[in-house]
């Protein structure tokens, strides 16, 4: 076991070959904040008496819903034996990541900016659809994986069975999966000894212009916004000026340092290094997540790849209850807005409601906690809309037009609708499957494929519209799955036509502000099934699925090259025909009834 470091490296001054940056991923409830507390206590960068639960957590909404909302970035000290088997110092970078869904471009820059990653199981839960995303999101960085199971110490863990699925699943030994309790702190020192060991050094050209990631911004009342970045290339030092690649805003560094666990101003930092950046700008659009940081002085030709301008993908109306609060409505959104740049927002009035916002959203979870708080920190009474989403509408004369509100749909001719749809992975025990899927093809899903990772658990994935899934597919999954499936969705770029003129099974209400776009294959909710056609040839195509759990790699393969496994449900197309064909009968004998 290790003692804990007596002599903390200093920043701007480590040598690359002692830094480890690593993050934790985990599906949500694990215990990820949870170990990293014990971390932060047994590498004594937290004292016993200052220590409280969910450390990290800073957030009021993070702490009392046991979330993490925004990602941390600490640096421990910790001595470990060196390859000749030598006590050394190192630095360990521990970069604590979102754990919802919502945040998934978040946690894929937060893993850009590190080597290796903890996958941490719960040893009583075992492998959840977003163990299994944020697995795939490390491969797709090459992160080094280290397996390991949590909650050791509780009556119900099954360290061995679930040592079996998560070693199957990464392809290692079952023995190779590390064993820990973040509650007593049993095994948290051999596993630091083991990021130490497994995970590389970062390698950078520590002579080339300075290039470092942003993977985080936060707006902090006193000092501005609070950049955080892992250093690739060069290094940056206090008082220089900076340029944002993206926007060519530059900056003068007012601060610079790192993390551990308080800020603490440093003479700057080097090649894989990871800290913070104050700049006094006051908009934390200034400095967006995965932009490129550089030295304004000798300024670097290219950009780290990766960048993306965050995108709402949620759309509802917010108004307040009392018409007078409008002004308050506008400053608090105006100030929320500095701490968030994901948040759009534009003005709409309704009829019914009066004055108030259409504000867009990374998904539901943003949507509640931005609500949260609105009512909580700015006092505000507010009716929010139902969520929609944003449909494409492409006019005969070629004219595209977005549409976020079914009262917007154009009049005229219209050739084409599209609209977004994420890609989701369900993990359930076998017995569900068939409810899971009458479910996805209720709310027109596409299955893209179904493996076996052990004989009771097995894991499907599907294309959904994400209008499908806004409202309450994740409700209905876990009461038809009697709360055993777990769920993860990821966007997609992709908007495949869900009208055009040769299918034509699109209709939008233009009623009220609370009215729901809705297609002519689901009219409303229950009033059109899928024909049974459909269905039976789905349960044909689901005998054929996998017994052989794929490994990981295998299964990231099949996504990179967009192929989808061996079983596919009908063709989406072939199914929205038919389904259409049965509505448009249905049509007919009601107007002839
Ligand atoms: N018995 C036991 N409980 C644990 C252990 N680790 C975490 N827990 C409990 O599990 C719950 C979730 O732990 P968190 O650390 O908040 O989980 P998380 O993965 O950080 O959650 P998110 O931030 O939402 O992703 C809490 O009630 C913890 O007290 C452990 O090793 N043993």
């Known amino acids: 076991m290790s003692p804990m470091a007596r002599t903390a490296l200093q920043p701007h001054a480590t040598p690359p070959h002692l830094i480890r940056n690593f993050c934790i991923i985990a599906h949500i409830d694990h215990g990820k904040s949870t170990l990293a507390d014990r971390m932060l206590q047994k590498t004594g960068v937290v004292e016993e008496r200052q220590m409280r639960a969910q450390y990290l957590d800073r957030m009021d909404i993070e702490r009392e819903r046991g979330i993490t909302i925004k990602s941390q970035a600490v640096r421990m000290p910790w001595e470990a034996p060196d390859a000749e088997g030598d006590p050394e110092v190192y630095c360990l970078n521990m970069i604590d990541t979102p754990g919802h869904v919502d945040f998934t471009y978040e946690v894929s820059r937060s893993l850009a900016a590190c080597e290796g990653a903890v996958l941490l199981v719960d040893a009583a839960q075992g492998i959840e659809a977003q163990t299994l995303a944020n697995l795939y999101l490390a491969m797709e960085n090459d992160l080094t994986i280290i397996p390991v199971l949590n909650k050791i110490d509780l009556p119900a863990a099954q360290p061995e069975k679930y040592a079996e699925e998560l070693a199957r699943l990464i392809g290692c030994e079952p023995e190779d999966c590390l064993r820990v309790s973040g509650k007593t702190g049993e095994g948290v020192e051999e596993l630091l000894d083991q990021i130490v060991a497994q995970i590389p050094p970062p390698v950078g050209d520590a002579d080339a212009p300075a290039r470092a990631m942003i993977f985080d911004s936060v707006y902090d009342t006193y000092r501005g916004v609070v950049t955080y970045v892992r250093v690739i290339d060069g290094n940056l030092n206090p008082r220089e000026r900076i340029v944002m690649m993206s926007t060519k805003a530059q900056h003068e560094l007012l601060e610079i340092g790192v993390i551990s666990p308080e800020p603490t101003p440093g003479k700057g930092l080097g090649v894989g290094e ?135 749909f154009p009049g005229g001719k219209i050739s084409q609708v599209s609209e977004p749809v994420v890609r989701a992975t369900i993990l359930a025990p076998s017995e569900y499957v068939g409810a899971i899927m009458e ?54 770029a992709s908007r495949p036509p869900t009208w055009s003129r040769s299918t034509s099974c699109c209709r939008a209400s233009r009623s009220t502000r609370s009215a729901r776009s809705c297609t002519r294959t689901r009219p409303t909710p229950t009033a059109c099934r899928w024909p049974p056609s459909c269905a039976s040839s789905s349960r044909a195509s689901s005998s054929r699925c996998r017994s052989r759990p794929p490994s990981a790699r295998e299964s990231l393969r099949e996504r990179r090259s967009g192929r989808s496994a061996r079983t596919s449900s009908p063709s989406a197309t072939a199914a929205t025909s038919a389904a259409s064909a049965s509505c448009s009968r249905s049509r007919r004998r009601a107007r002839s009834g």
């Open 439 to 492: 479910l996805c093809q209720q709310r027109r899903g596409s299955l893209r494929g179904m493996d076996y990772l052990s004989e009771d658990r097995v894991e499907m994935r599907y294309t959904l519209p994400l209008a499908e899934i806004v409202f309450d597919f994740f409700d209905q999954l876990k009461s038809r799955t009697r709360g055993y499936a777990s769920s993860t969705t990821s966007p997609t």
């Open 274 to 408: 990871v800290g913070y950046l104050i700049t006094g700008v006051k908009d934390v659009r200034q400095s967006r997540v995965g932009d490129t940081v550089t030295n304004a002085g000798k300024p670097a030709s290219e950009a780290l790849g990766g960048y993306r301008d965050p995108r709402p993908m949620v759309f509802s109306g917010l108004y307040p209850i009392d018409g007078s609060d409008y002004p308050d409505l506008r400053d608090a959104l105006d100030k929320l807005k500095l701490n968030d740049a994901a948040l759009v927002y534009e003005p709409e009035t309704s009829a019914a409601l009066g004055f108030g916002f259409r504000v867009g959203f990374l998904g539901m979870l943003h949507l509640e906690i931005v609500r949260e708080r609105l009512e909580r920190e700015f006092g505000l009474d507010l009716i929010s809309t139902m969520p929609n989403v944003e449909y494409e509408v492409v006019m005969d004369d070629k004219k595209v037009v977005e549409v976020t509100n079914p009262s917007e």
